[in-house]
């Protein structure tokens, strides 16, 4: 079994920046792709961020969705078994519920291909 705890969510100002992070522990870390997804209501689950699993000799595999490439930066701690979102240049159309996910294997942008999920932390971006 696994668990994924969010942090960080809040109200920020647009053009602002904000960071997200996620604590995991027991199987949802090692040799998984951490994911971010967002959700506002009435919407779909949508693909945020991910990065893929690494070691001391590889460099992780980063993927961003078109809306936030370029503003939104993926990282992960392996020591620390955590995952961060940082989120620059702020827009209102990125309020959302913000989670995090991880599953074993390759990466994916579709929610149904992760295992384990977070609560989700709320953000709102104000104009």
């Known amino acids: 079994q696994g668990q994924l705890v969010e942090s960080g969510g809040g109200l920020v100002q647009a053009g602002g920046s904000h960071g997200l992070s996620c604590a995991a522990s027991?199987?949802?870390?090692?040799?998984?792709?951490m994911a971010w997804f967002r959700q506002t209501p009435g919407k779909e689950r949508e693909f945020v961020a991910a990065?893929?699993?690494?070691?001391?000799?590889?460099?992780?595999?980063?993927y961003y969705a078109n809306s936030v490439k370029g503003r939104f930066t993926i990282s992960r701690d392996n020591a620390k078994n955590t995952v961060s979102l940082q989120m620059s240049s702020l827009k209102p159309e990125d309020t959302a519920v913000y989670y995090c996910?991880?599953?074993?294997?390759?990466?994916?942008?579709?929610?149904?291909?992760?295992?384990?999920w977070g609560q989700g932390t709320q953000v709102t971006v104000s104009s």
């Open positions: 996910a991880s599953r074993r294997g390759t990466y994916s942008f579709a929610d149904y291909d992760y295992d384990y």
């Open positions: 027991g199987r949802a870390f090692v040799n998984y792709v």
């Open positions: 990065v893929s699993w690494s070691t001391k000799w590889s460099t992780p595999n980063k």
